[in-house]
Each structure stands twice: as structure tokens, then as C-alpha cells.
């Protein structure tokens, strides 16, 4: 069965660098989003993209946020300057359709260490 | 904006026993969807709802859809232990294109 991936499973980072997590949504998908899960709680939306520009994106979601498709393969989250409470688990994930929304299939998430 | 909210937090249940857990929108909803999230794992998808009062099964659970589509539930019958993990309600307003997940209700079974 077809499966979204991502890299690193665990990376760790120091306050204030830059950090690019990097996901392989399923091939033929054509909608991908951002989530992240702070240890212990719920899921929270960051950024929905599909067409090459972002459909929506949350408050979580500011400036030191980015999301890319550099080729027809990989989508990246990019984190330009990290803070202690950026820490948390960060899953891609990937749609067939969008509007209306299809079954959403997760990564096993990247684990962001801030120290 | 739009809150979703689950109880109970927590349930510890004997292996056998039934489960519920119920969730809660402070709006009206367009969808909603359930994920099942293993200790460790990632979220996996188990169904979305669409349609008021809508009641899907799948084998031992029962999800259903408030006729106001501001509430849903999720039920299993007989637990068993790979029943365990944290079960996630997430769900879609009228005019947003993106889900808002609720905190989840964490499921033990002791066998």
C-alpha cells in the first residue's frame, strides 16, 4: 500500500537555526499539509497545499514558516529561525482531492528538537 | 474560531467492555473525521461523515454524525487490546478548507 514518508525521523536543532523537514506525499495525491503535535496533545493544523501555492494556512503558520514542492516528489516544511517552543512532532500528510476533503494519509512525523 | 471538543480524556477499560467517546463543535459542521493514533504512531484515518445523522460501522465501531452535525461519537464494542491508543475527532466548518482536530480521547485496555 502506498504510504507518505518522511526525513529525518528526528532531528535535533539549536534555538535560533534554520531547520527543512522533508516529506514524500503519496504519488498520485494532489493535496498536502502541514501538521504539527506538541507532545501529549492534539493535532494542529499549520498549512494545506495544493497547485503549488498554499490553500490555507493557521496562526501557527507566520513568517518563519514555509512550505515548498521543489520537484514532483517532495514537499518541504521550512522553519527559518527555530524557538524552544517549536519543538513538537511534525506530520505530512497527503489527499487525493481536496474540495471536499478526502481521507488525509500521515507520515510517521519528523520529532523537532529545539535545545 | 472554530473549537472541537472531545471527552472523556482518558478511559482505562477491561478487555470486553465497551467504549465511547464523544466529540463536540462549537460550530456547525461540513464533515467530520476519525483517526485512531497508536502510542508512538501517526494518525490513521478510520472514516469521515458527511451526511446528518449519518451512521457508519466498521466491524466492532459505530461512528455517528449529530442531526445538527455539531456532534459525533465513536463507539467500540468489546474492546480489545489493539484497541488501544488516542482517538481523534477532527472536524471540517462550513467554510474552512482544513480540519481542526479535537485534544482526543486516550483508550487503555486492560486485558
Known amino acids: 500500500e502506498p504510504e507518505v514518508t518522511q526525513t529525518p525521523s528526528h532531528q535535533v536543532t539549536q534555538m535560533g537555526q534554520e531547520v527543512i523537514l522533508r516529506c514524500v506525499p503519496i504519488s498520485n495525491h494532489l493535496y498536502f499539509y502541514w501538521y504539527r503535535q506538541i507532545l501529549g496533545q492534539k493535532v494542529e493544523f499549520l498549512v494545506s497545499?495544493?497547485?503549488?501555492?498554499?490553500?490555507?494556512k493557521s496562526e501557527i503558520f507566520d513568517d518563519q514558516f514555509s512550505v515548498e514542492r521543489p520537484d514532483g516528489s517532495n514537499f518541504t516544511l521550512k522553519i527559518r529561525s527555530t524557538k524552544l517552543e517549536d519543538s513538537a512532532m511534525y506530520f505530512c500528510?497527503?489527499?487525493?482531492?481536496?474540495?471536499?476533503?478526502?481521507?488525509?494519509?500521515f507520515g510517521p512525523g519528523t520529532r523537532l528538537t529545539v535545545t | 474560531g472554530q473549537q472541537v471538543m472531545q471527552i472523556p480524556q482518558y478511559q482505562h477499560v477491561q478487555e470486553g467492555e465497551d467504549f465511547t467517546t464523544y466529540c463536540n463543535s462549537s460550530t456547525t459542521l461540513s464533515n467530520i473525521q476519525w483517526y485512531k493514533q497508536r502510542p508512538g504512531g501517526h494518525p490513521v484515518f478510520l472514516i469521515q461523515l458527511v451526511k446528518s445523522g449519518e451512521v457508519k460501522k466498521q466491524k466492532r465501531l459505530t461512528f455517528q454524525f449529530g442531526e445538527a452535525k455539531k456532534n459525533s461519537s465513536l463507539h467500540i464494542t468489546a474492546t480489545q487490546t489493539t484497541d488501544v491508543g488516542t482517538y481523534f475527532c477532527a472536524g471540517l466548518g462550513n467554510y474552512g478548507q482544513n480540519f481542526v482536530f479535537g485534544p482526543g480521547t486516550r483508550l487503555s485496555v486492560l486485558p
Open positions: 497545499f495544493y497547485n503549488n501555492e498554499i490553500s490555507e
Open positions: 500528510a497527503s489527499s487525493r482531492v481536496g474540495n471536499p476533503v478526502d481521507e488525509q494519509y
